[in-house]
């Protein structure tokens, strides 16, 4: 099993900064995709960036420029830095883990934490 803690999130006005972060712990593997979802009232969970462990990076294009997804293998945790923020980006951001084993891969979630921006 897996343990996906987050922080970070809060309230900022339009154009300010939030860091997200997400630690893992557990039954890690070293081979793995992690990276960031978001899910605003009435919407679909959508993918916001993710990071494969050899350090490959994908973002949605609506996030493209602001959003920077780093990680730390040595600590097992994922940073996720928002500059210029807009209202839009206002969701519950969800950290994802996905582990490749000797069969398949295994999905994990973490608990989700909340940004608000305020325009």
């Known amino acids: 099993q897996v343990q996906l803690v987050e922080s970070g999130g809060g309230l900022v006005q339009a154009g300010g900064s939030l860091r997200l972060s997400c630690a893992a712990s557990g039954t890690i593997n070293s081979i793995y995709i992690m990276g960031w979802y978001r899910q605003a009232p009435g919407k679909q969970r959508e993918l916001v960036a993710d990071?494969?462990?050899?350090?490959?990076?994908n973002y949605a294009e609506s996030v493209l420029g602001r959003f920077t997804i780093s990680g730390d293998n040595a600590r097992n945790t994922i940073y996720l830095q928002m500059n210029v923020l807009k209202p839009e980006d206002t969701a519950v951001y969800y950290c994802?883990?996905?582990?490749?084993?000797?069969?398949?891969?295994?999905?994990?979630w973490g608990q989700g934490t909340q940004v608000t921006v305020s325009s």
């Open positions: 990071i494969t462990s050899d350090g490959r990076t």
């Open positions: 994802n883990a996905k582990y490749m084993r000797r069969i398949g891969w295994d999905v994990y």
